[in-house]
């Protein structure tokens, strides 16, 4: 699947977090993995290093975790990732949340050596082994009352980049429920990626990736701004808070009231 031609991200799987166009069938039989078809910084596979790198994740990591550091700025506690990925944002965004610990999940177990990998890399010590979670309001266990969560405590923040479009809507549903229940009072909801407002799309790319999708999956698609923000209502959280990002893409936050 093609990567939008004005986006700075390529496609994700469901629940998955950012990922690179899907690899053919011969990359996933020499790399193991099942999304992703390069390791290191250079592209260049690193047996030794254990990293993979998302070139459509590498373009946009810094930026990203810039616009997480400005909303979750005094915050202090466990941020949950939903649908980690390769690992990449943690990595990137770590440094420069002094008071967070980064709980990464993925529904693939595949991709856990690299999100390890890159924790390795980053050296905080605050990038937590990652577990698999299915995010799905119709799971058969609610995300947040799994042990490995409800461990944690009420959570400082949920973030996930690049999932609730490619994704069946049911996984946004799971998402912002789940998060109206683990946040803390005053904790804040982000997500990352591109956004339809006022029912129109922002950019012809979003609106040509938007069509790729639906086609390729008639439960996926970009959403609706104002639709996420009602579910958010309904699960306790205020307004959205709008950060615009390079490419027609949005982080979107919402605060657990």
Not at 11 to 28: E, H, M, S, Y
Not at 99 to 122: C, K, M, V
Not at 185 to 208: D, K, Q, S, V
Not at 215 to 236: F, I, K, M
Request: proline share 8%; aromatic share 6%.
């Amino acid at each position: 699947m093609a990567a939008r031609p004005d986006d700075t991200d390529g496609p994700a799987t469901a629940a998955a977090g950012d990922q690179p166009d899907r690899a053919t069938q011969g990359d996933t039989a020499e790399t193991g993995f099942r999304f992703v078809t390069a390791y290191t910084l250079d592209t260049t596979p690193s047996d030794a290093d254990g990293r993979v790198f998302s070139p459509s994740t590498g373009r946009n990591a810094e930026v990203v975790a810039e616009a997480l550091a400005g909303v979750v700025t005094g915050l202090k506690g466990p941020l949950v990732e939903i649908g980690s990925g390769t690992g990449e944002h943690a990595a990137a965004a770590i440094g420069r949340l002094p008071g967070i610990t980064w709980q990464p999940t993925d529904q693939e177990t595949l991709h856990f050596p690299s999100i390890e990998a890159w924790a390795r890399h980053a050296s905080s010590g605050r990038i937590a082994t990652p577990i698999t979670l299915d995010a799905s309001i119709t799971a058969s266990q609610p995300w947040h009352r799994l042990a490995s969560i409800a461990a944690l405590g009420p959570l400082a923040a949920v973030f996930a980049a690049n999932v609730i479009h490619i994704a069946p809507w049911p996984v946004a549903e799971g998402i912002i429920a789940g998060a109206g229940r683990a946040l803390a009072p005053g904790g804040r909801l982000i997500l990352y990626g591109p956004f339809r407002e006022g029912g129109a799309h922002t950019g012809e790319g979003n609106a040509r990736f938007d069509l790729a999708l639906r086609q390729r999956d008639p439960s996926h698609g970009v959403r609706d701004l104002e639709e996420v923000a009602a579910l958010a209502a309904t699960a306790g959280m205020g307004p959205p808070e709008i950060i615009r990002m390079p490419a027609n893409n949005l982080t979107v936050a919402f605060t657990r009231l």
